[in-house]
């Protein structure tokens, strides 16, 4: 390739490097391309600077903006994303080129003290940023007491193992693509923990005007990983969703027809709704927004302003 080479805008977390460099090796593959035609660039986001918990700064983008800013400017051409790390509304200019064939959707329960959550002794602490995930145990495990945890999947599993919490739950696609999944001490099904939207998907993005970068990234993309997001990602949308709402949503397509579940939930997981819906999977956005418009008929204005 002419000029400088191709560069992949990633973060710089273990899990994020992992990613790019499976996107990095991929795009060779598909492209044709020498090692030398494509390299990565590694990005520092607010989500990394952050400490604190990333509700508090709205949520929304933390992880992304710095990686958007710099593919507007042309100093990237692509970037490599957790698809559930992206906002539903990209920045302008910008696309979703590919989404590749997505990984486990699961949650993994972590711990040295029981075998599932399920078992976890009255009082336990489980660890976890997530708010979603904490208002699922909340909601099945009252008598748990959800503590805050922030950090890599590296970091958080040392903390677990100093003592500084009972068990947490992380991504399954993540420790599988660590390396690290042997310390699942076991998988919860999607019918106990309803995983976040896109939960297991690595998106890529681009300029939507870079019709080159577009046509080399189109290879990558799995179709039925790309529908299934597209319809978690619509749902999503609809809720106006953020860091600071306990949602999560999951399609699965069989046949050429989807299933779609969602959830919404306070974060103390004291009250729930759920909605399921079935279609076409080529109306999957539809699908999608269609669950948002139904939960939000049924749960009311008292339930969405005491999340706001």
Not at 20 to 29: D, E, F, G, I, S
Not at 143 to 152: E, F, K
Not at 218 to 227: E, F, H, I
């Amino acid at each position: 390739m002419p000029g400088r080479a191709m560069l992949i805008g990633t973060r710089g977390s273990p899990l994020a490097l992992w990613q790019a460099r499976h996107v990095w090796a991929r795009l060779l593959q598909a492209g044709g391309l020498g090692e030398g035609d494509v390299g990565l660039s590694v990005i520092t986001t607010s989500g990394d600077r952050i400490k604190q918990p990333l509700r508090e700064f709205g949520g929304k983008g933390l992880f992304t903006k710095e990686i958007d800013e710099a593919l507007l400017r042309g100093d990237v051409d692509l970037a490599v994303h957790s698809m559930k790390d992206l906002p539903t509304e990209l920045a302008d200019g910008l696309c979703i080129a590919a989404v590749l064939p997505r990984g486990d959707v699961r949650d993994a329960f972590v711990s040295a003290k029981a075998p599932s959550l399920a078992e976890l002794p009255p009082g336990a602490v489980v660890a976890t940023s997530s708010l979603r995930r904490g208002a699922q145990v909340r909601r099945l495990r009252p008598d748990l007491r959800v503590a805050d945890i922030r950090g890599n999947v590296e970091t958080r599993l040392k903390k677990l193992a100093e003592g500084q919490a009972d068990a947490t739950l992380l991504a399954l696609a993540g420790l599988e693509r660590l390396g690290l999944a042997a310390h699942a001490t076991s998988i919860l099904s999607t019918e106990e923990m309803l995983p976040a939207v896109a939960q297991g998907a690595i998106g890529v993005t681009c300029r939507e005007a870079d019709a080159k970068t577009r046509a080399l990234l189109a290879p990558l993309s799995d179709a039925a990983s790309a529908t299934a997001v597209a319809c978690e990602r619509s749902f999503l949308a609809r809720l106006d969703g953020s860091c600071k709402t306990p949602i999560a949503g999951l399609a699965e397509i069989d046949g050429g027809m989807l299933r779609f579940r969602g959830l919404i939930l306070l974060p103390d997981g004291s009250a729930w709704h759920a909605v399921e819906l079935t279609g076409a999977a080529e109306h999957a956005r539809q699908i999608g927004f269609d669950a948002g418009e139904e939960l939000l008929a049924r749960v009311g204005a008292d339930f969405m302003s005491s999340l706001a």
